[in-house]
């Protein structure tokens, strides 16, 4: 066989997009469609931290991002960052440049092109519009998949965009980062961040590291951190009616060689800036 792929979080949906773009005929093999990549609100957002820092090819990564879920997802545009007058003229000198677009608002930073989106759906379409099948890879060797269940495969070349969770199988280490994104009673339509983020019906932004791939319990320290930072934010705690937990993997490089092909993984929290282009480079490398 020619190429497997697996994994449909955002960097499968994004190289399997990819793929049939290029015409490359491909396997699509996945457990689930979407792990960490099921969040509920995903911000895409180039400039980050408290400092705001650009995210190296920020502004590439955010016009392939755009096309790519344009295509299949509603994109809900506009961000809004708060900066302290005394820190502006640092960020602008970050951003003069850059080919972001930005302008200065009264309360801050505010990028016309960032933008957030609900992944479900999206992940849903692209899965079942390239015939994706379900099936756990439960071992791997140099020009060997074992599937659950003892199935073996033989791909000429292996995807792994597996994940977090995945990555043992695989043989990958990387830094695993638990957190969450609490659902709100109000929706906001345009996205509104420092510290934390808020974005359509979600509160996010909380971090904790973790020695290996786990889902614990949310802890009680995190949502209260979370719900500082939206007071800090909206002058008032915001009604929370709902929880999401998932695990971030990090690693120094999203690409990297594994033994008979590719790993596409360890985003950490920009997978949806920068899988679309790092998916396209990938496969035209492939090509
Ligand atoms: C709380 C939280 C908030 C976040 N917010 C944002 C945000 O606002 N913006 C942003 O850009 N990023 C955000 N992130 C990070 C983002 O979710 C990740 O960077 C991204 O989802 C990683 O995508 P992925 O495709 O690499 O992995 P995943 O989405 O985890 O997908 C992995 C896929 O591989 C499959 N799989 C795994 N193991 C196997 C196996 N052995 N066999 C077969 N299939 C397998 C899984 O079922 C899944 O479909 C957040 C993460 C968390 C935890």
Not at 59 to 86: D, S
Not at 191 to 218: K, Q
């Amino acid at each position: 066989m020619g190429i497997l792929l697996v994994g449909a979080g955002v960097a499968g949906a994004a190289l399997a997009l990819a793929l049939k773009e290029a015409g490359l005929p491909f396997l699509w093999l996945s457990e689930e469609v979407g792990g960490a990549s099921r969040v509920p609100v995903a911000l895409v957002n180039p400039v980050r931290g408290r400092r705001g820092v650009l995210v190296p090819e920020g502004g590439e990564a955010l016009q392939a991002a755009r096309a790519l879920y344009g295509r299949y997802a509603p994109l809900h545009m506009g961000l809004l960052r708060p900066v302290p007058e005394g820190e502006r003229e640092a960020w602008e000198r970050r951003l003069r440049g850059s080919g972001l677009r930005y302008l200065w608002r009264r309360e801050g930073l505010y990028l016309p092109e960032a933008f957030w989106l609900e992944p479900g759906p999206f992940l849903e379409r692209v899965w079942a519009e390239l015939g994706g099948v379900r099936a756990r890879v439960a071992a791997c060797a140099p020009g060997e998949v074992v599937l659950e269940g003892g199935r073996r495969l033989r791909p000429e070349v292996v995807l792994y965009a597996g994940g977090a969770k995945g990555a043992g199988v695989f043989g990958l280490s990387g830094r695993f980062v638990a957190g969450l994104e609490l659902l709100l009673a109000e929706y906001r339509e345009e996205a509104l961040s420092y510290r934390v983020f808020l974005a359509g019906w979600a509160l996010g932004g909380s971090y904790l590291d973790l020695p290996g791939y786990d889902e614990p319990e949310p802890q009680e320290g995190e949502t209260a951190w979370l719900l500082e930072g939206a007071e800090a934010l909206l002058g008032y705690r915001p009604q929370v009616a709902g929880v999401w937990r998932g695990v971030r993997f990090r690693r120094p490089a999203p690409l990297s060689p594994i033994p008979g092909g590719y790993a596409l993984t360890g985003f950490g929290s920009t997978g949806f800036l920068l899988a679309p282009l790092w998916a396209k480079r990938l496969v035209q490398a492939l090509g």
